[in-house]
């Protein structure tokens, strides 16, 4: 591998290791902790996919905290792809709502309650 | 003559019945008309040539292998064509016959909203026809033999919003079936005793490994023959043709005349072989053939309806054919069926004029006196009328006297029964011309004013069949007129095989030529005093028909009534079907719906209490999810 001047070399894992496994997990259960309370209590819709979010990236946080302790880069690759899979979702998603929008001129998922028995 | 133009013979009609098919409603009557009737054409333009280059190159069969269709264990079944003798001459005469009809279809079927689906129809019927005289071995001839029965019932059904022709199309439709389950047995026979449904395959080991009148060559046989029974409309099969007159006059001609009826004589001359093998069965056909012939002339004698008068001529001269199959006379059976091609055909689509003109009249009570407003009509319909009649020299002469002469030979009360009935052919064919043609006009006034003679695209066909009717006897002339019989001498190679395997049947017993004069003279003079007759009660009295009305005598009412044969079987064979259908109706009615409804009751149940689940509301759903996630995880994790 060529050294580049410009970047001094930085070992990543060795960086994300001064910190405790321990508080990777504790900061990830909390922000999917978040992510669940806001998703069951708010009806706003664009704040429960913001909320849906946070669960995703607690997710991922978890996944590169285990790749840099157990020096397995596979679980890296595993967040690029659901990273990039998120970028996709978020696009469809907010086009869901901004068609709720127009159409019922409210984001109120309470609104959403025509497909019933 | 290459392999790929001989495919091409059969390929072209279906290619016409797949473009006026599909394109059907949206082609323009001009180009529907103009391709279903070059496909035809050019068909028959490929099998003028074929027959050219077969003979040219010295009259030898030969087999055009297409592909290996089914391989299973030891059975090979390929997919190929055979050209030899008999094969052409059925290609003549469908493509033939079929051109006329179609040409003479463009101008009767002009003003019918399904002009389209007819040419398409047509064309598909001549596809199949075409695949069941080619195809080399018997499942290819099934193939054909069950796609023509579905054309025929296409067809006769083709008015389909009068519910009497649906029936006709129906009781057409299931009698074949009858027929088709004894040639269907008679195939699986075939296969079991051969190894093969190869015809050549099939006939050289017959020959060589069995030996005259063996059961099994017996039972192959009679089940071949009940199926000819059935699509050549012999007792007990033969109700369903005189109904199939519900069909446009053109299909009667082509299908219920010319071409598909005469099935069943084409496959037993095919396997002339095994019914040389077998006497016995022969013995039945000639006495079918003889009883068929007779029993439908003489229904003929009485009805009025000009085209059911035709049909039990139809079923008449198919018994006569039969008959000289019976008598192992394969040639004259043959010849036949040409010029009964040639004479029905024009009957029919002289008939087919004569109900153009009198606007869908079909009763010849209400006709009489056309003969001057229908001049060609009249004029070709009288050839037809002489030729069927057996009046020399016309078509039907030596063809029908050939079958006689053969008949007399083998078996005496048979000729007697043949006699008989070419005196009521004579008859009512008269008869029929008489009172349809002669006299004054019985029809309504309308009718009178509207009289006129059909367009050329249909008189054209009228005169070609005329001609052909006229001196289509010719390739036949028997040595005791001073001929050479061509169409014998160039079917005689087909029984080779059949000469070697049973050489004591074709033993010439040859009647001297004064027996065959005498022969002539006693059924022309039958022919003649019988036409005679007709002619005095129709034109000299001026006899017409009593209406329905009027009280009739018991024979008569009898014959009238085509000898109560459809109530019969109606009696003995619908009604019972019919009361035991209803009685497994409602045993399904009873039993299987407690059953089922019980089913669907518990489902509509659960579903009734499960659905107040579906709220609608979203917060609710996600909150569901997310204990179930954490049921999933504790369940997983923990236990």
Known sequence: MIPNPMMPEVNIPAVIQHIPLQSYLILSTLLFVIGIIGVLTRRNAIIIFMSIELMLNAANLLLIAFSSYRSDPSAQVFVFFIMAVAAAEVAVGLAIIVMIYRNTRNTDIGFLNKLKW | MSASLLILIPLLPLAGFLINGIGFPNIPKGAVGIIGTLAVVASFVLSVMTFNAFVAAGSQPFIVPLFDWITVGDLNIPFSFQVDQLSLLMLMIITGVGSLIHIYSIGYMHHDSGFGKFFAYLNLFLFFMLLLVLGSNYVIMFIGWEGVGLCSYLLIGFWNKNTNYNNAARKAFIMNRVGDLGFLLGIFTIIATFGSVEYTEVFSKAAAGFQVGDPVIITITLFLFVGAMGKSAQIPLYTWLPDAMAGPTPVSALIHAATMVTAGIYMVIRSNVLYSLAPSTLEIVGIIGGATALFAASIGLLQNDIKKVLAYSTVSQLGYMFMGLGAMAYSASMFHVITHAFFKALLFLGAGSVIHAMSDEQDIRSMGGLRKKLPVTFLTFLIATIAISGIPPFAGFFSKDEILAHVFEHNKILWVIGVLGSVM????????????????????????????????????????????????????????????????????????????????AFEHTSLSHSEEYMLMAVSVAAAL???????????????????????????????????????????????????????????????????????????????????????????????????????????????
């Open chain 2, 529 to 639: 005093i019988s036409a005679i007759a007709a002619y005095v009660m129709y034109v000299q009295k001026g006899a017409v028909p009593a209406p329905d009305s009027e009280e009739k005598s018991g024979l008569q009412r009898a014959i009238y009534n085509k000898y109560y044969v459809d109530e019969l079987y109606d009696a003995v064979f619908v009604k019972p079907i019919k009361t035991l259908s209803n009685i497994l109706y409602s045993f399904g009615e009873i039993f299987i719906d407690l059953i089922i409804d019980a089913f669907v009751k518990l489902v509509s149940l659960g579903a009734k209490l499960l659905r107040k689940t579906q709220t609608g509301s979203t917060g609710e759903y996600v909150f569901a999810m997310v204990i179930g996630i954490v049921v999933i995880l504790f369940w997983k994790l923990l236990l």
């Open chain 2, 425 to 504: 052919t004579s008859f009512y064919m008269f008869r029929l011309l008489f009172l349809t043609f002669f006299g004054t006009f019985r029809g309504t006034h309308e009718q009178e004013h509207h009289l006129h003679e059909s367009p050329a695209s249909m008189t054209i066909p009228l005169i070609i069949l005329a001609i052909l009717s006229a001196v289509g006897g010719f390739i036949g002339v028997p040595e005791a007129l001073h001929g050479s019989h061509q169409l014998a001498q160039f079917m005689s190679p087909l029984y080779d095989l059949a000469k070697t395997a049973n050489p004591a």
